[in-house]
């Protein structure tokens, strides 16, 4: 199921509004914010949302995201919810969610998880790449306890090839012994456990690719430009083909017309009111109302 193309753009334009508030407040505090992912790449070859995509995406180095936290708690407005998996016992993924009160969108992977389900944009932190050998041993280890949080916070969990079940085996057995609370302790441990030696690479643990894509190069998250972005702009790489050409390859090539649909399965989705609403502008002046028209 896909939601309908109406309900789709106004959805990416209330993310919008979001986003902005976020980039001000970054901007104001003087906090380094790249778009990631999908978003990156529509700014680059769409000048704004890819008109399939259904999410936004940040990312900050370690530093500066805890900053983030710290201020947009205390002066984002009274609309916005700053989800963060440490202090959130629903959330299990470790990155930040800023999220718009009076709203939901509840997706297929997290229908089972509870709190805060408000339309939202996503923040992820990067963290240090250990130098040498270690670095396996520790990628291995932030997977196992990635996918153990997955587990035990009630996210659906991809189906899996036979070889990986077992290989999950460890996994589901540790997961019956340890605390959720615990867990998430070890996790944030080891994952920032490199963070005040010399790196060039940064990795979002937290990130939806497998750790060869979400592991960059620290200049791409230090060394920014503005892109164009719908009517606003915001920081990118500077090196945006470089970036774009690890994620995706030959990025400018449209993939086929069957693969053009959005990434989440959404089951609900409820936009906030005309008045007051966080999209751009006025741009998405759409009665508020569950938005259950889909496509089939």
């Given at each position: ?8 753009r106004r959805l990416q ?21 790249v778009l990631l992912g ?149 996790f944030r441990s080891l ?106």
């Amino acid at each position: 199921m896909q939601i309908s193309p109406q309900h789709l753009r106004r959805l990416q334009l209330t993310q919008l509004g979001i986003a902005v508030e976020v980039a001000a407040l970054c901007d104001k505090h003087g906090l380094s914010y790249v778009l990631l992912g999908g978003s990156a790449l529509g700014a680059r070859r769409h000048g704004g949302f890819i008109p399939w995509d259904d999410d936004m995406d940040m990312g900050m180095l370690r530093h500066d995201f805890d900053r983030f936290l710290d201020v947009a708690r205390r002066e984002l407005p009274a609309s916005f919810y700053v989800q963060y998996w440490l202090d959130d016992p629903h959330m299990g993924a470790p990155f930040a969610k800023v999220r718009l009160n009076d709203t939901r969108l509840v997706e297929e992977s997290s229908k089972g998880t509870g709190g805060h389900k408000g339309i939202a944009i996503d923040i992820f932190p990067f963290d240090n790449v250990p130098n040498g050998l270690i670095e396996y041993p520790w990628k291995l280890l932030l997977m196992f306890w990635k996918r153990l949080l997955r587990h035990k916070s009630g996210y659906t969990m991809r189906a899996l090839p036979l070889l990986r079940r077992l290989a999950d085996l460890p996994m589901r057995i540790a997961a019956r012994h340890i605390s959720k609370e615990d867990a998430k302790q070890r996790f944030r441990s080891l994952m920032s456990r490199y963070n005040d030696e010399t790196t060039d690479r940064v990795l979002a643990v937290g990130g939806a690719y497998d750790f060869s894509k979400d592991m960059l190069k620290r200049s791409w998250l230090t060394d920014r430009c503005r892109q164009q972005f719908e009517d606003r702009s915001f920081y990118c790489p500077a090196d945006l083909n470089g970036y774009l050409e690890h994620m995706y390859g030959n990025y400018m090539c449209l993939p086929p017309v069957e693969d053009r649909r959005t990434n989440h399965t959404i089951l609900d989705l409820v936009f906030p009111s005309d008045e007051g609403n966080c999209a751009s502008d006025g741009q998405a002046a759409v009665p508020a109302r569950r938005a259950m028209a889909v496509e089939r």
